[in-house]
């Protein structure tokens, strides 16, 4: 059974920093594209960042230069460095690879 668990969700002060670990368990996911998608309350889930199985990443503009998407393969985690937070940071993040989706962990930004 294929699982992705996310952790590292929290409440942190404007400016702070957080990194988001998603691990993967039931399958290998090391040939595969993954991503980080965020919503918040009462907005529609949108994409963040993504990392292709070879490395190569991309981001909303809107998280360009503070947030660093990478993975480790050998430990079948993907992980997102986020730098410099704002308010509007704050939403559910949930990772995702092939079909499969994680349960989503908290990040509140406090202003």
């Known amino acids: 059974q294929v699982q992705l668990v996310e952790s590292g969700g929290g409440l942190v002060q404007a400016g702070g920093s957080l990194r988001l670990s998603c691990a993967a368990s039931g399958r290998t996911f090391s040939s595969y594209n993954m991503r980080w998608f965020r919503q918040a309350p009462g907005k529609e889930r949108e994409f963040v960042a993504a990392?292709?199985?070879?490395?190569?990443?991309s981001y909303v503009d809107s998280v360009k230069g503070r947030f660093t998407i990478s993975r480790d393969n050998a430990k079948n985690t993907v992980y997102l460095q986020m730098n410099s937070l704002k308010p509007e940071d704050t939403a559910v993040y949930y990772c995702t690879v092939a079909a499969y989706w994680g349960q989503g962990t908290q990040v509140t930004v406090s202003s």
């Open positions: 990392i292709t199985w070879s490395g190569g990443t």
